[in-house]
T-cell receptor
Framework: QQPVQSPQAVILREGEDAVINCSSSKALYSVHWYRQKHGEAPVFLMI?????EQKGHDKISASFNEKKQQSSLYLTASQLSYSGTYFC?????????????FGTGTLLAVQP | DGGITQSPKYLFRKEGQNVTLSCEQNLNHDAMYWYRQDPGQGLRLIYYSQIVNDFQKGDIAEGYSVSREKKESFPLTVTSAQKNPTAFYLC?????????????FGQGTRLTVV
C-alpha cells in the first residue's frame, strides 16, 4: 500500500530544478506533499484532489494523474531552504473512511 | 497560537515497560493520527481517530494502544508487546478526514529502548 517515491535522494545546486515522483498501487482520492527538516515535524506543501483542484504552495507545483495513480512535485529554481525530506501522502479508501499513507521519502539537498 | 503539542520530546523506555506519549491539539480538529517514522521507511500509520470515543487501527497497530476520551487529546501507549519500539513518533490532526484538508503535525517524540 505504501506509495513508491523516486528518486530516493537528489543533490542540487541553487537555481536548479528537480522533480520528485510518487506512484501508488491503489486508487487515490487525493495526494498530499509535505517537507520535513531533520528532527522536525513535516510541513504541508500542497494537496491535489481528484478532478484537478490544487491547493498549496506559491513556488512549488505538482501534478496528479488519477488514472496512473501518480503524482509529481516540481521544484523550480531551487533555494537552500528547499533542502529536506519530501513525502507524498496518498489518500486511499479504507472501509467507511479513508486513510493517508505516506511514501518512503525523497531526500533533497540544495548546495550553494 | 493553535497547534499540536507532543510530549515528551525524548523518552527512554526499559525493556518490558509500557510508556505513554502525549498528543494535545487546540485546533478544534475532529481527526487525529499517530505515525511512526523509521529511517528509510517514511511515515507509517499506527492508529487514527475521526471522532471522540472512536479509533481505527492503522497498518502497524500491534503493540500499541490509544484512547480518545476528549476531542483535543489522543495519547498513544507503547506496550511491552511492541518488540522494536525505538523510533520517532509523530501525532497529526486534520479538520475532518484527509480529503480537502491538510494534516498538521506535532514536533514528535523520539522513543529509545535502553
Amino acid at each position: 500500500q505504501q506509495p513508491v517515491q523516486s528518486p530516493q535522494a537528489v543533490i542540487l545546486r541553487e537555481g536548479e530544478d528537480a522533480v520528485i515522483n510518487c506512484s501508488s498501487s491503489k486508487a487515490l482520492y487525493s495526494v498530499h506533499w509535505y517537507r520535513q527538516k531533520h528532527g522536525e515535524a513535516p510541513v504541508f506543501l500542497m494537496i491535489l484532489l481528484k478532478g484537478g483542484e490544487q491547493k498549496g504552495h506559491d513556488k512549488i507545483s505538482a501534478s496528479f494523474n488519477e488514472k496512473k495513480q501518480q503524482s509529481s512535485l516540481y521544484l523550480t529554481a531551487s533555494q537552500l531552504s528547499y533542502s529536506g525530506t519530501y513525502f507524498c501522502g496518498t489518500e486511499i479508501e479504507w472501509g467507511a473512511t479513508n486513510k493517508l499513507i505516506f511514501g518512503t521519502g525523497t531526500l533533497l539537498a540544495v548546495q550553494p | 497560537d493553535g497547534g499540536i503539542t507532543q510530549s515528551p520530546k525524548y523518552l527512554f523506555r526499559k525493556e518490558g515497560q509500557n510508556v505513554t506519549l502525549s498528543c494535545e491539539q487546540n485546533l478544534n480538529h475532529d481527526a487525529m493520527y499517530w505515525y511512526r517514522q523509521d529511517p528509510g521507511q517514511g511515515l507509517r500509520l499506527i492508529y487514527y481517530s475521526q471522532i471522540v470515543n472512536d479509533f481505527q487501527k492503522g497498518d502497524i497497530a500491534e503493540g500499541y494502544s490509544v484512547s480518545r476520551e476528549k476531542k483535543e487529546s489522543f495519547p498513544l501507549t507503547v506496550t511491552s508487546a511492541q518488540k522494536n519500539p525505538t523510533a520517532f513518533y509523530l501525532c497529526a490532526s486534520s479538520d475532518t478526514g484527509f480529503a480537502f484538508t491538510e494534516a498538521f503535525f506535532g514536533q514528535g517524540t523520539r522513543l529509545t529502548v535502553v
